[in-house]
């Protein structure tokens, strides 16, 4: 098995990369830098866990003050998926 990465898998590591710096490479509600996700602010029409990594991070580059990176916990959080008196 080769570890080489294609050109399109080498394309979006980077526009991650980018994505992450562009928003502090850090959860915007704590210090955690892994792992991270893009929540959505506001509505873009992307949705759901199937939708795979290049249509996220396409829809996180068009619609930047769409969506915060933040860490599992405060992304559960925001969501609602997960009580506001729990502590991390």
């Given at each position: 098995m080769s570890n080489?990465?294609?050109p399109a898998q080498r394309y979006l590591d980077n526009l991650q990369s980018r994505l992450y710096t562009h928003f502090g490479g850090h959860c915007r509600d704590c210090?955690?830098?892994?792992?991270?996700?893009f929540a959505h602010l506001e509505p873009t029409g992307?949705?759901?866990p199937g939708r795979g990594r290049k249509a996220r991070l396409l829809d996180v580059q068009r619609n930047l003050n769409s969506y915060a990176l933040m860490c599992r916990f405060h992304h559960d959080l925001f969501d609602g998926r997960q009580p506001a008196e729990v502590k991390q």
């Open positions: 080489h990465k294609t210090d955690v830098m892994f792992p991270l996700e992307l949705r759901g």
